[in-house]
């Protein structure tokens, strides 16, 4: 298949699900940095840059040794009320820190991977608090229609009204209803998410489970399923079901860590030798093939057709200066798109 060959075949079914986490983000700001110089804070660091120290360092020693893994030191404290006004002032530290960072005006990982999937057909499923996708989903939105995005663990841009189960900018006033976008939970114990206990995030949930089901595509970039993780591991597990009924999908993982490691960490989501593993987000099937990844496995996966699944395909460049360069790449796909679907 040549290049002009997968820009022009267009399948209007296929569902891509690409699930992020913490790796991801990372990975985005080393290529570009958040805009004025803030740094990413990691589990493992985030009472150092988000300016935690001084709270952590008033709390008793077994708590202090917990400092370098957040997640356990946030559950100690969400478990004593004694220490109520400490996780309250912590809560809104991280929410402030986070809701600063500002996309840079270059193009970066998320842009791309905005563009690399089809509206309605795809979806983007985050565990990240951080606003970056949400803030490319709405600069790319002016360009085409974005795919769907889902906040598994919330996010600091968006705020959900209660009265009617929407979704809007945190902090902003509903038209229809007049009642705020209350800004929405961050921080979970570890050992007990109890994601249905909040009703914006178990519709993430539910919207991400019906997807997986019917997903014959999925990306897992920067997300090592850790073993803390039992609810979101099982609340995948669930959704995707027995892997020998999913003999056909293609499940790919995008991340720096060993690729043994995380094969073990996903065995029970890949059916034999139907994956893909990658440490660069260019080397994936979003990369190597935008907004066909489900065409390309369709074509690959037919009996009597020679092509890789991960042989170059249209590949798209790394070296963008602009939105606008990355927006004139991608029009020709999108042109055969709308051809399609009689546009």
Not at 117 to 146: C, G, M, Q
Not at 161 to 190: H, I, M, Q, R
Request: aromatic share 12%.
């Amino acid at each position: 298949m040549t290049k002009e060959e997968e820009i022009e075949i267009v399948h209007g079914k296929g569902t891509h699900v690409v699930i992020l986490g913490a790796g991801a983000t990372y990975a985005s700001t080393l290529r570009n940095p958040e805009k004025n110089g803030k740094a990413l804070p990691l589990m493992w660091n985030v009472v150092d840059i988000v300016g935690l120290t001084n709270v952590v360092n008033k709390l008793p020693k077994e708590y202090q040794l917990l400092k370098e893994d957040f997640e356990k030191l946030y559950s100690l404290l969400a478990k004593d009320d004694k220490f109520k006004a400490e996780r309250v002032h912590i809560e809104k530290k991280v929410y402030q820190y986070f809701s600063e960072l500002e996309l840079p005006d270059e193009p970066t990982i998320y842009d791309h991977l905005i563009l690399s999937l089809r509206h309605r057909k795809d979806i983007i499923a985050t565990f990240n608090w951080d606003p970056f996708l949400y803030k490319a989903y709405v600069r790319n939105s002016e360009f085409v229609e974005s795919p769907g995005i889902l906040h598994l663990h919330g996010c600091v841009s968006l705020g959900f009204d209660k009265s009617n189960g929407t979704v809007g900018p945190a902090g902003w006033t509903s038209k229809k209803t007049l009642c705020d976008f209350e800004p929405t939970k961050l921080l979970y114990p570890v050992d007990k998410k109890d994601y249905n206990s909040d009703t914006y995030i178990s519709g993430q949930w539910e919207v991400l489970g019906n997807r997986l089901k019917e997903a014959e595509r999925v990306s897992v970039f920067g997300y090592s399923a850790p073993v803390s993780d039992v609810e979101a591991i099982d609340l995948l597990q669930k959704a995707w079901g027995n892997v020998e009924d999913r003999a056909m999908e293609e499940f790919e993982l995008i991340d720096i860590q060993d690729e043994k490691k995380l094969l073990k960490s996903w065995d029970t989501f890949i059916h034999t030798h139907h994956y893909h593993y990658c440490n660069d987000y260019f080397d994936s099937s979003l990369a190597l093939h935008p907004r066909r990844t489900v065409e390309s496995y369709h074509h690959w996966a037919m009996p009597m057709t020679p092509n890789e699944a991960f042989q170059d395909g249209n590949q798209i460049p790394d070296d963008f200066k602009t939105l606008e360069e990355l927006w004139e790449w991608h029009k020709p796909l999108i042109e055969a798109e709308k051809k399609f679907y009689g546009k």
